[in-house]
């Protein structure tokens, strides 16, 4: 490993986040083109684009053909959205991409430098809905992993809450026809859920409703379900609340059924795979009192919930942990 290569990666980065603001992919959408015919469609200048385009060539990230910059199966991926899809991604990593620069800062005051979720949606509400749809893509690649675990029920019904967008609502509303499918998340958020799901073609198949996981009861009195589903939730907060929110989930698990929490979990050997061992630190910078939890503290919050009899399965990014009464 170069040590400064490692250090000059965040260049790398920065590459794809212009080019995809500039819309330089789009612009090589049509087909071949040349840095003037580039630079005319993202008003920018022949000089700055042709030096953008040579550098993204070097990388690999678009080729040339016949003396023309062409798209590859990489760039193309910032054309669309969806499962594998890098357009809203790439919007979402760069909210967060210059925080990043101020590492050191929130390890030195132990403070994130964003506010918190619920701050943001009074605050910023665009970057909120912008961000959940990037979510949704997100859980559009995860979704397979999670259903070929073979931890989701095939009947009966399922609550998703604190279910954001609808992204999982609608993988799991379309891998298991057979669940009756409940999104439940604050109501600033079920009509971005709504919109999602309609243009799925899926509001029919997934009941929304509102329902807070900070409050006893969640919102959602007398009701149960055979399975609960937390996805990506406790990472946003910290020991404490989470557990909270562990035994208000669990509460709302018919006799019989389960609790399914999706989640970057530390193991009990610690992590091994790169990209979740930042994921902690990603939280430290991004969210207030958010981090990554280990294994042990989820099974003992599902043990206390009522849920004591767990299970554990490694995903892609992520581990799917199950908890169901004795």
Same mark, same amino acid.
């Given at each position: 490993?170069?040590?400064?290569?490692?250090?000059?990666?965040?260049?790398?980065?920065?590459?794809?986040?212009?080019?995809?603001?500039?819309?330089?992919?789009?612009?090589?959408?049509?087909? @071949? #083109?040349?840095?003037?015919?580039?630079?005319?469609?993202?008003?920018?200048?022949?000089?700055?684009?042709?030096?953008?385009?040579?550098?993204?060539?070097?990388?690999?990230?678009?080729?040339?053909?016949? %003396?023309?910059?062409?798209? &590859?199966?990489?760039?193309?991926?910032?054309?669309?959205? %969806? !499962?594998?899809?890098?357009?809203?991604? #790439?919007?979402?990593?760069?909210?967060?991409?210059?925080?990043?620069?101020?590492?050191?800062? !929130?390890?030195?005051?132990?403070?994130?430098?964003?506010?918190?979720?619920?701050?943001?949606?009074?605050?910023?509400?665009?970057?909120?809905?912008?961000?959940?749809?990037?979510? &949704?893509?997100?859980?559009?690649?995860?979704?397979?992993?999670?259903?070929?675990?073979?931890? $989701?029920?095939?009947?009966?019904? $399922?609550?998703?809450?604190?279910? %954001?967008?609808?992204?999982?609502?609608?993988?799991?509303?379309?891998?298991?026809?057979?669940?009756?499918?409940?999104?439940?998340?604050? @109501?600033?958020?079920?009509?971005?859920?709504?919109?999602?799901?309609?243009?799925?073609?899926?509001?029919? *198949?997934?009941?929304? /409703?509102? #329902?807070?996981?900070?409050?006893?009861?969640?919102?959602?009195?007398?009701?149960?379900?055979? /399975?609960?589903?937390?996805?990506?939730?406790?990472?946003?907060? &910290?020991?404490? /609340?989470?557990?909270?929110?562990?035994? *208000? !989930?669990?509460?709302?698990?018919?006799?019989?059924?389960?609790? $399914?929490? $999706?989640?970057?979990?530390?193991?009990?050997?610690?992590?091994? &795979?790169?990209?979740?061992?930042?994921?902690?630190?990603?939280?430290?910078?991004?969210?207030? %009192?958010?981090?990554?939890?280990?294994?042990? !503290?989820?099974?003992?919050?599902?043990?206390?919930?009522?849920l004591p009899k767990t299970r554990f399965h490694?995903?892609?990014?992520?581990?799917?942990?199950?908890?169901? #009464?004795?």
């Amino acid at each position: 490993m170069d040590p400064y290569q490692e250090l000059t990666l965040y260049q790398r980065s920065a590459i794809l986040m212009a080019a995809a603001q500039l819309g330089v992919f789009a612009a090589l959408g049509d087909g @071949p #083109a040349d840095p003037l015919e580039v630079a005319e469609e993202v008003g920018a200048s022949a000089d700055t684009t042709a030096r953008l385009l040579s550098a993204l060539r070097a990388l690999d990230y678009i080729a040339l053909a016949d %003396g023309k910059y062409v798209l &590859n199966d990489f760039s193309r991926s910032f054309l669309r959205d %969806g !499962a594998g899809g890098m357009v809203r991604l #790439a919007w979402k990593e760069h909210l967060f991409y210059t925080a990043w620069s101020r590492l050191a800062a !929130a390890l030195s005051s132990g403070k994130a430098l964003f506010p918190s979720f619920r701050d943001r949606i009074t605050g910023d509400f665009p970057s909120v809905e912008k961000f959940l749809l990037a979510l &949704n893509d997100l859980a559009a690649l995860a979704a397979p992993g999670i259903v070929a675990s073979g931890f $989701l029920p095939e009947a009966g019904t $399922l609550l998703d809450l604190g279910g %954001g967008g609808g992204g999982y609502a609608a993988a799991l509303a379309v891998a298991q026809p057979a669940v009756r499918v409940t999104l439940a998340d604050l @109501p600033e958020i079920l009509p971005i859920a709504e919109g999602f799901l309609t243009r799925q073609g899926l509001l029919t *198949r997934v009941e929304v /409703t509102t #329902a807070d996981f900070l409050k006893d009861g969640c919102g959602l009195p007398g009701r149960t379900f055979d /399975t609960v589903y937390l996805s990506h939730v406790l990472h946003d907060f &910290n020991g404490a /609340t989470a557990a909270q929110i562990v035994r *208000r !989930a669990g509460a709302l698990v018919a006799p019989g059924g389960r609790l $399914l929490i $999706l989640d970057v979990l530390v193991p009990e050997a610690g992590q091994d &795979n790169g990209v979740e061992g930042l994921f902690d630190l990603m939280m430290l910078v991004e969210v207030p %009192g958010g981090r990554a939890h280990p294994v042990a !503290a989820v099974r003992s919050w599902l043990a206390a919930a009522g849920l004591p009899k767990t299970r554990f399965h490694k995903l892609y990014f992520g581990i799917l942990a199950e908890g169901r #009464a004795e």
